[in-house]
């Protein structure tokens, strides 16, 4: 689970931003899961009044005097925590280094308590940018090629499981969680030149789409999950370099 802490304060900024959303008053037990320096520990407990947690792959990151880090890797274990343990949990720039993504969203909903607050971020890798470096060199952005023979992943920063918006969202679903939604750290401005060109262009092959799905046999596009099959491209998110979502478990 390789986080060396955030690679941008607008990370943080916007984790704390979705909290504040979905729950404005909150306090209590708060677990941070990939906690690297503890730079996000740092901001949420300095905006909200809860005690907390940390977890990560290694111990030896945390720059917070009186934060213990509780070691797991979670590509072979289960969070170090029991059942409804957390009123907030949070996973920034976490699961994209992971095998298994999907069994990480269903500890953090074993741990949460109900209703508590989950708040994840992944890189965007459906951002426009990221789009056009995949249609023509078959990568998305910050997951380029993986060296054969070779598990220290150089050319990727440790990003192996690119996940998009709608996958993120469909797994947090399934994993008990309520109230999905998205939001981004920051716009990227070399995007809006190419954006101009295809704003329309997507919007139409969108519309189409939506409407060719629900008539197909199998019906992929129904009342539950069009609204996060909009989501994938709304303006925001074609142009946000990192996808932040929260929810709340049921």
């Not at 709608?166 to 070399?190: M, N, T």
């Not at 303006?235 to 979502?245: E, Y």
């Amino acid at each position: 689970m390789p986080t060396e802490g955030l690679s941008i304060p607008q990370i943080a900024l916007a984790t704390i931003e979705k909290i504040r959303q979905l729950a404005p008053k909150i306090s209590g037990d708060y677990l941070d899961i990939g906690a690297g320096n503890g730079e996000l520990i740092d901001a949420v407990t300095r905006t909200f009044p809860v005690k907390p947690r940390a977890c990560d792959y290694r111990d030896d990151l945390m720059a917070i005097d009186g934060i213990r880090v509780d070691v797991a890797d979670l590509n072979t274990q289960a969070l170090p925590y029991p059942d409804a343990s957390f009123d907030l949990v949070t996973c920034t720039e976490v699961i994209e280094h992971l095998e298994h993504y999907r069994s990480t969203l269903r500890e953090a909903a074993r741990v949460l308590r109900p209703g508590g607050v989950f708040v994840v971020s992944t890189p965007n890798v459906l951002n426009l940018r990221s789009r056009l470096r995949y249609l023509f060199f078959g990568f998305f952005n910050m997951f380029g090629p993986l060296r054969l023979g070779d598990d220290r992943y150089h050319s990727t920063h440790g990003h192996i499981n690119p996940v998009s918006y709608f996958y993120l969202a469909h797994s947090l679903s399934v994993a008990g969680f309520r109230d999905i939604s998205v939001s981004v750290d920051k716009l990227q401005r070399r995007s809006w030149i190419p954006l101009s060109l295809l704003w329309l262009p997507i919007r139409i092959v969108t519309e189409f789409s939506i409407r060719r799905e629900k008539r197909e046999k199998l019906q992929t596009v129904n009342a539950e999950n069009e609204p996060f099959v909009r989501d994938m491209n709304r303006l925001d998110v074609l142009l946000g370099r990192t996808i932040v979502v929260g929810c709340r478990k049921r």
